[in-house]
């Protein structure tokens, strides 16, 4: 099955997002690295809720026809998980353990994307609160 890896990716953050991860990433390594075309990076709000996040990934990933991940990788407390689907690697961590990491800071020369809960229909509360305040101005 071929596959456009960038939609691969997206499709990975939006079912992390489904889980409720948050401050997903999508990092562009097409033009830095040979290993893989993406990172998507995403916190969940503990070691319960990676599992949870990672797990349902790897079930839904199933559902739309792909194959298990190459490599599953934690610690052992579960404050990161790697899912490892080749062409694009899922990074979830628990906020302590994304801070530590920085794999933001660390790629920070490769195009990066915010991918947003469609659902919520806002990047965030505060967000929107100041575009009401913009608007009524």
Known sequence: MTTDTAALARTLATTAIEKLATDVRLLDLRDIVSYTDFFVVCTGSNSRQTKAISEHVVERMR???????????????????LLDYVDVVMHVFTPDARQFYRLESLWGQVPQETIEDEAAGSPSVGATADAQRAAQA
């Open 63 to 81: 559902e739309l026809g792909h194959s298990k991940p190459r490599r599953r990788e934690s610690d052992v407390d579960g404050s990161w998980v």
